[in-house]
């Protein structure tokens, strides 16, 4: 079945860097789209970012863009969002997700276009 596990979480400082790793497992990684989302206290979960399974095209959440990248490696089933110039608000559970589709043609965007998601990994940006 499909598995999707994060990490790469943790405490940062504003101005800080974190790389966040989804190990992804149970199915034909190269074949799907593959995204980051998150939900902060008190809010809903908001797409961050996605990259589509052929790895050339990527999308970013306004608030994210510019600071964060979205990366794929299919040897190693893996998908990695670089986040820099942490900010307070950006702290929240970010979670990995699997497109629905599989070779999608056009980007996978909302919530309601990926089917399996990870457990999420905990990012706190503070001083």
């Known amino acids: 079945q499909v598995q999707l596990v994060e990490s790469g979480g943790g405490l940062v400082q504003p101005g800080g860097s974190l790389r966040l790793t989804c190990a992804a497992s149970?199915?034909?990684?190269?074949?799907?789209?593959m995204g980051w989302f998150r939900q902060g206290p008190g809010k809903e979960r908001e797409f961050v970012a996605a990259i589509r399974w052929s790895g050339d095209i990527t999308y970013y959440a306004y608030s994210v863009k510019g600071r964060f990248t979205i990366s794929r490696d299919n040897a190693k089933n893996t998908v990695y969002l670089q986040m820099n110039s942490l900010k307070p608000e950006d702290t929240a559970l970010y979670y990995c997700?699997?497109?629905?589709?599989?070779?999608?043609?056009?980007?996978?965007?909302?919530?309601?276009?990926?089917?399996?998601w990870g457990q999420g990994t905990q990012v706190t940006v503070s001083s």
């Open positions: 149970g199915f034909t990684f190269s074949s799907y789209g």
């Open positions: 997700a699997r497109d629905l589709l599989r070779r999608r043609q056009g980007g996978a965007l909302r919530e309601a276009d990926f089917g399996s």
